[in-house]
């Protein structure tokens, strides 16, 4: 059965601190990739999605992530954070049956 | 476009009882997921539906069901509740057109079991 991971659990971090989260997969077919964030008090929002062709995506907000077949990864990456960004992160993975797997998340909390 | 509505948004039973949850679409949206989210566990998928079809269906036990109307409208049912049933059901639908491939969320059904 395919799964997700997501590397780290919680994340916390300063204003202007880079960020990055893993994210792994274990499914050998055609995959596509998913970032959702949940800020507090609201609905799972996208982030980016892969779905073909350059493997670093660009999402809302400034975040980014790079789609590295080989490795099984989607991690997600943020140059430098703001305050606002503090909020619960899940990696998810579409299987070619149109299935979802999402990771467990990552609870990232930035302070001033 | 309205989003994804649930209801009720929260909801307290106790063990051996059975629920019903309701999810209404994005309008013109055919798929509707199911999960459920705990802390830790992340979003554990339960089922989707797609014209009124279970399309897909994750690793939970017959007590939780579900159902699409012609709508989309869709239910999930939790028959004989148990603690462990406690936590936030979301609901997701898609347009499922090509490659119009996300998920819009629902805010989410809070379950308590006591």
């Known amino acids: 059965a395919q799964s997700v991971s997501q590397h780290n659990h919680h994340v916390i971090l300063s204003e202007a601190a880079s960020l990055e989260l893993g994210c792994n997969y274990s499914?050998?077919?055609?995959?596509?990739l998913f970032w959702y964030v949940q800020y507090p008090g609201q609905h799972l929002q996208l982030l980016l999605k892969?779905?073909?062709?350059?493997?670093l995506v660009k999402g809302i907000k400034g975040f980014e992530a790079e789609f590295i077949k080989s490795k099984f990864s989607f991690n997600l990456r943020k140059p430098s954070v703001q305050w606002s960004d503090t909020a619960e992160y899940f990696c998810?993975?579409?299987?070619?049956?149109?299935?979802?797997?999402f990771g467990a998340g990552t609870q990232v909390v930035v302070t001033p | 476009k309205a989003g994804v509505t649930q209801t009720p948004r929260y909801l307290i039973k106790t063990r051996g009882q059975q629920v019903t949850l309701s999810c209404s679409p994005i309008s013109g949206h055919r798929s509707v997921s199911w999960y459920q989210q705990t802390p830790g566990q992340g979003l554990q998928f339960l089922f989707e539906y797609f014209s009124e079809t279970q399309r897909n269906k994750g690793n939970f036990p017959g007590r939780f069901s579900g159902r699409q109307f012609s709508n989309s409208r869709s239910e999930m049912n939790v028959s004989t509740l148990e603690l462990g049933d406690s936590a936030l059901y979301l609901c997701?639908?898609?347009?499922?057109?090509?490659?119009?491939?996300?998920?819009?969320f629902g805010p989410g059904t809070r379950l308590t079991v006591t």
């Open positions: 998810a993975v579409k299987d070619s049956w149109g299935k979802f797997q």
């Open positions: 499914y050998g077919g055609t995959v596509n």
């Open positions: 892969y779905f073909s062709g350059d493997p």
């Open positions: 997701a639908s898609r347009g499922d057109e090509g490659y119009v491939d996300e998920q819009y």
